[in-house]
């Protein structure tokens, strides 16, 4: 992204903040001090797209619920953090909000390092971290409430699609991370359950520089499917060397997590004809999702790109966190904490409730990316992971 637009978003993003928080001189416009909820994202670094659509999100759900306000007419105010892209950063950041600016909750869309560090704060200290990003699935903590696509949502919808329309082949190719081993084996088990066959299997490490000997190995396989789970800079790598190969127009690919953000990072065409799946497409054609996405242009103007489906989950987290704590009636966290199960909102894209293992259903989609917009192709249904609590023995 060209420098100074980025500076330009970012002074966009602290105006409107400091125009949607602001602290009238008398208290009784705002019936006491304002409720500091902690943001911590990346806006800068390798996953700084990521950071920008969540705080986006969170902007969105802080101008709306400041409409009413909270907790007999409190407003919000939210005191952003950048954690670069970097699990120190994002501890150091937390810790910081919690004893200097006393946030009450802190809101992140992080990378799974820096997830689990923030996890552990959360837990020491008492207090909840709402956690709107993709990750592996399968955490059961306490303090985190995660509306969060997870391979459960994302895999069995995306197999049952391409198994129908490409044949039963898959080959699967991702980082080499804990996410991408959990897809790969959900993905596993889901094709051989249809009767289809996985026909190659490599994970490749961070900032790989040459892709050739995969791309030889996907064509030798002779897959018309690909399965790819590489993210960020490492993605967009792999799709210009795949594009530059003979596989281009032979091989469909399925990109997890793939959403509008990529339109970006990529020429017109590059990006077409791959398939994703989400819970939110900007371009689904429901009136609560053209509610959103107009509300997102109308704050955003000069946004590069529509609301994602990371910009609507943090959106919807906070949301229920709003909730919960108006319905606590206080700023006592752990009664919030104990009413945020069992929440519903309207979000982009359907009603939402969080679950008891404090996770979300979702309403998912399959897109395709077309004449450089992503559209829905085909509407799963509402999915429901298992719960992410292990069970008592």
């Known amino acids: 992204m060209n420098r100074n637009l980025f500076v330009l978003l970012i002074l966009l993003a602290a105006s409107l903040s400091a125009l949607l928080f602001h602290v009238a001189d008398t208290p009784l416009s705002f019936h006491g001090p304002p409720i500091k909820i902690g943001v911590v994202v990346p806006l800068s670094g390798e996953f700084e797209p990521q950071g920008r659509m969540a705080l986006q999100g969170a902007l969105m759900a802080a101008e709306e619920i400041n409409q009413g306000g909270v907790l007999g007419g409190k407003q919000i105010r939210l005191e952003i953090r950048d954690s670069q892209s970097d699990a120190d950063t994002a501890e150091v950041a937390c810790q910081s909000l919690m ?30 971290l709402l956690y709107a990003a993709d990750y592996e699935g399968g955490e059961c903590a306490p303090h985190v409430f995660y509306y969060s696509e997870i391979p459960d949502h994302t895999i069995r919808p995306m197999i049952s699609y391409l198994q129908e329309t490409q044949g039963p082949d898959v080959f699967i190719f991702g980082l080499d991370v804990p996410l991408s081993h959990k897809i790969a084996d959900i993905a596993t088990r889901e094709i051989d359950a249809r009767g289809g066959r996985v026909v190659g299997q490599e994970f490749t490490p961070y900032g790989t520089p040459d892709y050739s000997p995969v791309l030889q190995r996907i064509k030798a396989s002779k897959s018309r499917t690909l399965l790819l789970t590489p993210s960020a800079k490492d993605g967009t790598r792999f799709i210009h ?12 690919i399925a990109a997890i997590a793939f959403n509008e953000s990529h339109l970006t990072q990529f020429s017109p065409g590059d990006l ?14 429901s009136p609560e999702t053209k509610a959103f996405v107009a509300r997102h242009r109308h704050l955003f103007p000069n946004a590069l790109y529509p609301p994602t489906h990371i910009t609507e989950g943090s959106f919807g987290l906070l949301k229920i966190f709003s909730s919960a704590l108006d319905r606590a009636g206080s700023l ?38 077309t004449q450089g917009e992503l559209q829905a192709v085909k509407k799963m249904g509402e999915v429901k992971p298992t719960s992410q609590c292990p069970r008592p023995h």
């Open 99 to 128: 004893t200097e600016k006393k946030v009450v909750a802190i809101l992140a869309a992080t990378g799974s390092p820096s997830r689990k560090r923030m996890a552990t704060l959360a837990e020491s200290e008492g207090f909840p």
């Open 272 to 285: 077409e004809g791959i398939h994703t799946c989400l819970h939110f497409m900007a371009s689904l054609d």
């Open 332 to 369: 006592d966290m752990i009664k919030t904490m104990a009413l945020m199960p069992g929440t519903r909102i309207q979000g982009g894209h359907g009603v939402i409730t969080l679950r008891d293992d404090r996770h979300v259903n979702m309403n998912m989609v399959i897109g395709k990316f």
């Open 241 to 252: 060397q795949f594009n530059a190969s003979s596989l281009k127009g032979k091989v469909t």
